[in-house]
Structure formats: C-alpha cells, structure tokens
C-alpha cells in the first residue's frame, strides 16, 4: 500500500473516531506503519481528531532526532507507537491510545474489563494486558516496558487510571476492535451495580468465541474480508453520505 493511501486511511480514521465521539481533545494518537516499514505516520499534536487531514500526518522514523518532529507530535505517543511497531514478534500495523470516557472508567476498576461478560467482548479474550499508572509515557524506559507486555494475541492494553492502547494488524481490524471496545465498556459500566447477578461464560466457551471472532468475515475464494473489513466499508459509507470525506 502506498504512504499516499496509507495517510488517507488513518486520516479517515480519526474521521471515524471523531462521528463516534472517541478522543480527548488534541491529547490522544494514533498511528499507522508506513510504507518502507522503517516508519509511522501518526498526527500533529494539537489537532482535534476531525480536523486532521492526510497532510496533518506526520512521518516518524523509528529513530527519530529531528527536532522539528519533535515539535510536531505528542511525544507519549512516539515512545509508545516507536517501541510497539518496532516488535519483530509480532505484527501491529496500526495503533490507537485514547482516553474515551469508557476507557478511563475501565482502567479505573480492580476488576478491570470482562472478557467474558458478553459474545462481543469474547473477542478480546486472552487479549488484554494492565500496566499500572507510572505517570506520563514520556520516556524509552516507558515505552519498552508498555511494549514489553506484548504477545501475538494481545489486541488490547489497559493503561489503569489512564486510558486505554488498542491494537490491530491493519486500520480496518483497529477500527473494528475499537468499536467493539467501547460498546463492550459501556455494557460492562451500565451493569456495574449489578455485579452479584452477571452470568459469566466460562474460560473454555470465551477462548472458542474469541478464535471464531477472528476467523468471521472470510467468505470463500471470491469473497474475502480481512477482520474488520466490513465495518471499516460500512463506516465509509456512512462518513461520504454525511460529506465528512
């Protein structure tokens, strides 16, 4: 895929982001891995997510030391999305940190998210990580140490009384995943004071929902979606009739 459409993609992404009213004012990231794989795009620091257009992209080597890049982007987020896409272990090729509001409310409980609350949250069973609050990512050390938690399942990573990181190996699986996180804390949220009476399912049931969420979408040899490809289209659809792109 070429920097040209990949810029295009995330920039329509924080399209997506700002319609479902995912943000933080100008504090929250994303990125996208580039085309030479020696690099990311990610925006400007100081953009509201539906301001940002392909040109407010900006590329980041994973060594970064120019200043005037520096300058330009949040400097958590290039500590955080450097050591992620720097992993050989496994492939992420796009990244989300946010602080929606379900976010924060998640990583403030002890309990923290319940994968096995509902079908949709299965998907992220045996995905997710916690790293407690060590202050801001504004360090390698930080960034290492986030990165660290990392395996090939982990789509999800808690940030406790902070926010959240969600992974995917493409933008349209980072669009998917994200959607259903925060429909899935908000559910959660909503039953909070209901917690003696939740029906979990158990550990051998999520573990089988989860692989059949990563397998829905494929349909044969003349039909093929990668995950979160039909969302990412339907979502499309929507933001062209609004005129938002």
Known sequence: MSDKLTKK?????????????IGDLTACHASILSNDKKSFFTNCHGHLFEEIRPKDLIKVKFNENRKKIFNKVNIAGYYIHRNIHLLKKVKIGAILHTHSENGIAI???K???ITNLNQSSMRFHGAV???????MAINQEIGKLIAG???????????????VIILGETIEELHHLTFHFEKCASVQLK????????????????????????????????????????SWQASLRVLKKLRKI
């Open 129 to 135: 990580k916690y790293i407690g609050h060590g202050g």
């Open 9 to 21: 993609k995330l920039s329509i992404f924080f399209k997506i982001l700002a319609h479902h009213r």
């Open 149 to 163: 938690l990392i395996d090939k399942n982990t789509r999800l990573i808690i940030l406790r009384n902070h926010g």
């Open 191 to 230: 039953l909070m004071n209901k917690v003696k009476d939740l029906t979990l399912v158990n550990n051998n049931i999520s573990k089988i929902t989860a692989k059949q969420h990563k397998g829905f979408g494929p349909r044969g040899k003349l039909m093929w979606w990668p995950v979160g490809g039909m």
């Open 111 to 113: 309990r923290g998210f």
């Open 107 to 109: 990583s403030c409980l």
